[in-house]
T-cell receptor
Framework: DAKTTQPPSMDCAEGRAANLPCNHS???????VYWYRQIHSQGPQYIIH???NNETNEMASLIITEDRKSSTLILPHATLRDTAVYYC??????????????FGKGTLLTVNP | DARVTQTPRHKVTEMGQEVTMRCQPI?????VFWYRQTMMQGLELLAY????????DSGMPKDRFSAEMPDATLATLKIQPSEPRDSAVYFC?????????????FGQGTRLTVV
């Protein structure tokens, strides 16, 4: 699976949009971008995933660049409860028996009042 | 509200003792993962199962760790003998491992302290 690069930490004001970047310059054509987050003392939580089109759900939006070498997770109106470590993961979707998710260091997002 | 259940939530044990951690995956999920999290190493995949069969346990120290799925509703991770370096939070996750989606649902974890 392709490696990802994320900033170690970011700050965001409550109520503002949080834009979390992820670089995955070695991504292959059949690899998806997944985002998870981990709130302190909890297990990781799935947020969203996509291949090349932008995706949106009730939690967030995922913007993938046309060359797919980077992506941005957008939390449109960050709240204090969004303070967490956000992980960007790139992996092959449904690749035979390979369903494992490999987590990096992630980005610690701190939402400030 | 379906969720992955892990027991115990906290475990303190002495070095050399056997530790068993249990996980009840979400009903109907056919893929189960075991992860270990420490400050130094972050989240490490230890093993995962598909339809109760182990697919990859390369992340697990074989001499002391073992993972099994006695049935579809129970996954276990055993450490025997335990060592202080095994102190970590152990997460179990389950998912539907077919076709498109690979979102994994994580439990709350078992915080293990080996003294």
């Amino acid at each position: 699976d392709a490696k990802t690069t994320q900033p170690p930490s970011m700050d965001c004001a409550e109520g503002r949009a949080a834009n979390l970047p992820c670089n995955h310059s070695t991504i292959s054509g059949n690899e998806y971008v997944y985002w998870y987050r981990q709130i302190h003392s909890q297990g990781p939580q799935y947020i969203i995933h996509g291949l090349k089109n932008n995706e949106t759900n009730e939690m967030a939006s995922l913007i993938i660049t046309e060359d797919r070498k980077s992506s941005t997770l957008i939390l449109p109106h960050a709240t204090l409860r969004d303070t967490a470590v956000y992980y960007c993961i790139v992996r092959v979707e449904g690749g035979g028996s390979n369903y494992k998710l490999t987590f990096g260091k992630g980005t610690l997002l701190t939402v400030n009042p | 509200d379906a969720r992955v259940t892990q027991t115990p939530r906290h475990k303190v044990t002495e070095m050399g003792q056997e530790v068993t951690m249990r996980c009840q995956p979400i009903l109907g999920h056919n893929t189960v993962f075991w992860y270990r999290q420490t400050m130094m190493q972050g989240l490490e995949l230890l093993a995962y199962f598909r339809n109760r069969a182990p697919l990859d346990d390369s992340g697990m120290p074989k001499d002391r760790f073992s993972a099994e799925m006695p049935d579809a509703t129970l996954a276990t991770l055993k450490i025997q003998p335990s060592e202080p370096r095994d102190s970590a939070v152990y997460f179990c996750a389950s998912g539907l491992g077919h076709g498109g989606r690979t979102e994994a649902f994580f439990g709350q974890g078992t915080r293990l302290t080996v003294v």
